[in-house]
């Protein structure tokens, strides 16, 4: 189960530029596609007609035609038209409020009636010039919880990434968790440390020197229903951390967006914002191919973890310091989970 | 669930020339290999002995031998002989009614004492010098019934088959479903329209221009237990279409043999007969590769509509006009089926 | 199910020498490690932390360090350290009595109170310098009950391996089937046959004719929990068989160890000990790839044994006096697997 009443990022543009895009979001079967006006349309992807996915049909004048026997499907759900049918009383498929923003599509998954596109949260770095973003997509077999969880614990990059932003430092240093203003805020700060390798080649990007001691910090941000953005970098030590002055340290935004498909399984949009060298388009690609490799280090190991733990559901999970973050925030979830299921009681079984 | 009491096209004496082969039919898991008599056995694919199946064995002096221990089992499902055994009380397995008739091997898979060689339908096209024949096989997960409508309802040809013989006039044609003597019947005529590549390809063929209008047309006949046997072809405009003279068209006999082998999977036997240059085997050759390419087409389509009618099993699928060859098609099976279930009420059960 | 408390040949040496195995036995996920002692240590394949597999992690001192977030595990299943954390009240994991000895290592699935090394079986050709020995291992989707049929009833080397070791005279030759101080014995001994291939080249090998009539014999032997050891040879005619000088016969033993991983799956470890030419390792090496192309010959006929018999559930398989080796060794098993299920009843049920 999922909170459903909730924005996810279901895809980018570019996937569903060439014909419509099949995609299964929190278990609803979804085709995305542009429409005549030029916006984003999501419907279900089952044509009334005889059942065929509409997602393998193609776009012609900005309608979904069913690749099977050319029913065309309006963005409310409602047959537009069929050859030689009058399509009035077909019965309709769900429709989705969709909206396009920041570069992603979200998706509302749950009651359409409820779904506001104001409450899709505002992305500073998405659309000021002084940010560049690079990213990519994963599908993964695991419950999106499971990543949530390794996002908000980044003591497993000392393990899992030992080679690239992994250190000794990291689980050394205490984490701290809160939750402010809504949001599962982890951090975690490192002073005077040796910048590992990802951060040691961004500093002399920035023309910064590599082989210095710096303050390293690590601030991971969860908000509903399952975006995790994190404050990482270093600066050159002693100049205040993540305070101190632009030249003095080089710093992003990790930006997670984990979209439930399945109870075991899992769209992960990954990616890097930077305030240096915005303009720069091949560093953009450098960071994405370098974040790429590192983030999919922890594919295996969260697909395997999923799997061991199906074969072993008799054991409970420890809850340490450490896992607070990803506590705080599947209690979160699991609160939202719970209004609206009983937001969805009927009214009689409250009388009686 | 499907009716056994029926001749079904299970392989053809190719499949097996080699060594014996095992199939799944209606359920039934077969060995079919050629006896001492070069006539068509089919058992049940499971030795008595250990349980191995007997089609991973050989053929040795016309009887099936199992390749674990070398049992040898006869065409009626007892055991002949075992080294050093003796065999009388070995238990049976299941033998089944089979001919082999028209190029394939037909099989009963159900009672067997109600079955009647008599009752294989008569193909002419089968044993005539003027016509001759060409085809192929292909394993579709999907239940045999979608491919029933799918073959019943040639609206598809435009979606699915637009580069070769589907063409925007076929679903702007009315289709006209009659049921006569036992079989369904939906026909479809398109006059004065251009040839598609397919049929264009085909006149020229035959040394008929394919740049004039013709008359086309398409009939399917659907008879139990799921074969559908469609007459196609195209006249120049004007000489009557269907009943022109046979110098101002070309036609032939789309032949679909469609046999269940689960619930959601099928043996689809395809191919195509034609009355013109018979002997030409070389066209024989260029035609079913065409075919091939063109039904291949469907099968996308076909297995990606079963998984998504398995995600949304709430829905009913509409029966239109276009759908009611199937429809009818479908209504004739579960006849069947049903009095065979009602055939099989043991008779304590009917008296009391 | 199986029987639990007793030994099974778990995995080789080699098999852990890199990094930790990760490897189901008797539907226990075990990792197995060496230890900072040199010994070989198994524990439960899961990290009391978020349950990641522990064989996905790495050996630090003799310590099994978790991939994931740095747990480190002791050989009795409790965690030793992890960083910054107290790990006096994790839960402990289940660690596995096992024993590293004549090449393999054995574990004991079931209650660790009752494992006693003592009961692993001596096995003379592992120790002794007068033999030598070379096997593999296969993964096989099958019962590993349907393993020791086949092996307890070489009938099938006529059939399934009948260009090396199979020979006509197999299935011709009666066997004879005893329970003897806890082992089943099977034996069969053909007299004045041909040698077939295999035995022909082991021949030439010890420098006897290859043409001469032989006495062959197969002795199997199996012992619980699933062990069967064959004695195999060939002796000039007319010498004593099995009992003829050493100078006039050639002989070994098959090695198979038969260790169940699911109801429907095994690892199957598989070799040959033969007493002459024992310092010969290209010997060596070229009978283990000789057996093991023979012993693949099996897999497909084991693994569509066993989906047959999913599919024939109704069936019961015949036992004759070929199989009468496997019906007792199965017998064995049986009442070994009811005697640990009756140990485990609690005493109130007993005296209820």
């Known amino acids: 189960m999922f909170p459903k009443n909730c924005w996810y990022v279901a895809c980018t543009p570019d996937e569903f530029a060439e ?31 005889r059942g065929a996915p509409l997602s393998l049909g193609y776009i012609e004048d900005g ?23 009058r399509v009035g009383g077909f019965p309709c498929v769900k429709s989705y409020p969709v909206e396009e923003r920041y570069g992603f599509v979200w998706v509302w998954t749950g009651d359409a009636s409820l779904a ?71 951090s975690r700060f490192m002073d005077n440390v040796i910048a590992p390798p990802f951060w040691a080649a961004n500093l002399r990007t920035k023309g910064l020197p590599d082989d210095q001691p710096v303050d390293r910090w690590q601030v991971c941000r969860f908000s509903l229903p399952s975006h995790v953005l994190i404050d ?22 990790v930006v997670d967006f984990i979209t439930p498909e399945t109870e075991t399984s899992h769209w992960y949009f990954w990616g890097m914002a930077r305030n240096f060298k915005p303009e720069d388009k091949e560093l953009t690609d450098a960071i994405r ?18 799997a061991n733990l199906l074969l072993f559901p008799e054991y409970d999970l420890l809850k340490l ?32």
């Open 63 to 85: 309608q979904l035609v069913c690749g099977y026997h050319g029913l065309k499907m309006g963005r409310d759900g409602k047959t537009v038209s069929m050859p030689k049918q």
């Open 232 to 253: 990482v970098g270093v600066a050159l030590a002693g100049h205040g951390g993540k305070d101190a002055p632009a030249d003095k340290r080089v710093n992003s935004i």
């Open 116 to 186: 506001n596109a104001d409450d899709i949260p505002h992305l500073e770095w998405a659309v000021s010039d002084e940010w560049a973003y690079g990213g990519g997509l994963y599908h993964i077999n695991c419950d999106y919880k499971l990543m949530i969880d390794n996002l908000m614990d980044l003591t497993h990059e000392t393990y899992v990434h030992s080679t690239s932003i992994g250190q000794k430092e990291i689980d050394e240093a205490p984490v701290k968790t809160r939750v402010v203003d809504g949001e599962v805020v982890t």
């Open 19 to 49: 014909k419509p895009l099949g995609r299964q979001i929190c278990g609803e079967q979804i085709a995305f596609y542009r429409d005549n006006n030029g916006k984003v349309a999501a419907v279900q992807d089952f044509c009334p007609h």
């Open 321 to 352: 310091d450490i896992d607070a973050g990803g506590v705080q925030a599947r209690r979160m979830i699991d609160k939202l989970e719970k209004e609206e299921q009983q937001s969805r009681i009927p009214l009689e079984s409250v009388s009686a």
């Open 289 to 306: 191919t370098g974040q790429g490799g590192i983030f999919a280090e922890d594919l295996e190991m969260l697909e395997r973890q999923q």
